[in-house]
């Protein structure tokens, strides 16, 4: 008789197009198992929202596997430890599980586990769930090597299921939320919800119609609300393959190209959307991959030249006011205090929120990364540590683009209904002085009840001249030979290419 196999479920919440379910299946008997793990969840990345978007999508999950003749067993324990227990009980021969690219604790907790299947035999097979690439040796051909990785056909659901326990687990302890791990609930007002039938509901949507006007719609937090995918956390948490996005939108693409041709009417900007959307996908794992190949990065900064930069001007107060989205800068506020509220932010305004952090408050990135973390429902490390080192240039080889929080206002939110739906206090003011409501003459100010320094903060630094300075201090940074020798060192390891960077093609 064959002997159970175990199927370890980590950010991989679905029955779709799970390579590791459909493995363990084919061999025998089978547990499914997820692990509230103390030291995940106690990492300061970890919010009480991400819990519950995973407790909405194991619940789904559970129904699922009931239905096929299976169960899901919910432990809670460090790792390897709950294995430990689990297999005296159950003997299964095999872990089957996704690779992931985590922070340092999973990594850690990774380790443990690895060396715990050594010492007992068990082996412990871990398959790639996206484009990126374990051991990669060069970037080069990369980006080829991830659409041939996203064209391969997909796994159906297996229909039925042999189950290894027969009853449930004596550790299971059921589906848990906020409280019941000790953590602080959320209070989030509008949070997008788990599970795979909300997965592939947000996908639907998207390629149905809210692609539409994708490329334009991106920017504005207005339009962006319903303009991009919002497919962020389902492909954080798993709960749809990457590749059954990439492959949906390709197979829409080449529908709306048919309903073209046969003279339908179709708005001119739905396909370069659908393929500027695809090219988001690949860079989803082009980000991961630069964490899987430099795991430091969460801590450190990328371009070393760059040590020392930041470090030691770091200010609380400063921190604390762009935490609480009360800088005197009403794009930064609203979109702070938006994020607190729903868990999501289109990537213009994220890519501002850093660069103010960095660049007009000077605050080095690793305690802003954590804050954004736990705000952000999506939180996936590769892209995010990735992503704020880039915004607040500590990469040598991105283009230092520093955001006027000013600019944003009359570019992204021209009549102001973003900053007065999450900013209040600044309602009354007209259009004019929602940039620098601070240049409202102070009799107006008094007669709209909205008093610059007492409604509202005054601004916490003066913008063009925080901006010259940090542009003048970057600048000096970058010009010194150092940091451009390190620079080509950093594109070589980690910057996105078809080919072989030039000065390697021309020597061979
Ligand atoms: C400072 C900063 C931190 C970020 N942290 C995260 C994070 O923790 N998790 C996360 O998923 N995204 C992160 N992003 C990238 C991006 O902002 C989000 O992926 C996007 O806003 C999510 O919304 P969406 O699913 O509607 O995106 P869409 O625009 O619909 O894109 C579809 C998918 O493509 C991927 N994608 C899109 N843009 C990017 C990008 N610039 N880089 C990498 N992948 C991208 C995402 O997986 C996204 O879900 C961050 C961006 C910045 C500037």
């Not at 970890?46 to 909405?56: G, Q």
């Not at 100010?445 to 001249?465: Q, W």
């Amino acid at each position: 008789m064959s002997r159970p196999q175990l199927v370890w479920l980590k950010r991989d919440l679905r029955m779709r197009d799970h390579a590791p379910l459909c493995a363990a299946a084919e061999r025998g008997p089978i547990l499914v198992a997820y692990v509230y793990e103390p030291d995940q969840l106690d990492a300061p990345t970890h919010d009480a929202s991400h819990l519950n978007f995973i407790r909405e999508s194991l619940a789904e999950l559970e129904r699922q596997l009931v239905a096929r003749g299976a169960r899901l067993t919910l432990l809670r324990g460090l790792l390897p430890d709950a294995f430990e227990r689990l297999h005296a009980r159950v003997g299964f021969e095999a872990i089957w599980s996704h690779e992931e690219t985590g922070h340092a604790r999973s990594y850690a907790r990774d380790e443990r586990v690895k060396t715990w299947c050594r010492g007992r035999g068990i082996a412990w097979h871990e398959i790639p769930q996206h484009g990126v690439v374990r051991r990669l040796g060069s970037r080069d051909g990369w980006a080829a090597r991830w659409t041939r990785t996203m064209r391969r056909p997909l796994l159906p659901e297996p229909e039925r299921l042999e189950d290894a326990l027969g009853a449930p687990d004596v550790e299971h302890v059921g589906l848990l939320g906020p409280a019941d791990l000790g953590l602080t609930p959320s209070g989030r007002t509008e949070v997008q919800r788990g599970g795979e039938t909300q997965a592939q509901e947000t996908l639907d949507s998207f390629l149905a119609g809210r692609s539409v006007s994708y490329r334009t719609d991106m920017s504005s937090p207005l339009s962006a609300w319903n303009g991009c995918s919002r497919l962020s956390p389902h492909l954080a948490y798993g709960t749809i393959s990457i590749r059954e996005v990439a492959q949906r939108s390709a197979a829409r693409r080449e529908e709306l190209k048919e309903m073209r041709a046969r003279g339908e009417d179709l708005p001119a900007t739905w396909l370069s959307s659908l393929a500027s959307f695809e090219k988001r996908l690949r860079w989803h794992c082009h980000f991961i991959q630069k964490l899987e190949d430099e795991p430091a990065l969460e801590f450190r900064n990328m371009a070393r030249a760059c040590d020392g930069l930041r470090e030691d001007e770091w200010s609380e107060e400063r921190f604390e006011a762009w935490k609480q989205g009360r800088t005197g800068y009403p794009m930064v506020d609203a979109c702070m205090r938006a994020l607190e509220a729903t868990g999501w932010i289109n990537f213009r305004m994220r890519a501002m929120l850093v660069s103010f952090a960095s660049y007009h408050l000077w605050l080095h990135w690793p305690r802003v990364a954590e804050h954004l973390a736990r705000l952000f429902l999506d939180f996936e490390a590769g892209i995010h540590f990735s992503q704020v080192q880039m915004q607040s240039g500590t990469t040598g080889i991105n283009a230092v683009r520093i955001y006027s929080p000013v600019k944003q206002v009359i570019d992204q939110d021209p009549r102001g209904e973003f900053i007065r739906r999450w900013v209040p206090e600044l309602a009354p003011v007209p259009v004019a002085y929602l940039p620098e409501p601070y240049k409202m003459p102070l009799d107006e100010a008094a007669r709209l009840g909205c008093r610059i320094g007492r409604d509202y903060p005054r601004p916490i630094v003066e913008n063009t001249k925080a901006m010259r300075e940090a542009r003048e201090r970057l600048s000096a940074l970058r010009r010194g030979g150092e940091a451009r020798q390190e620079s080509r060192a950093v594109y070589e390891k980690h910057g996105s290419r078809r080919r072989p960077p030039p000065r390697r093609r021309a020597r061979s």
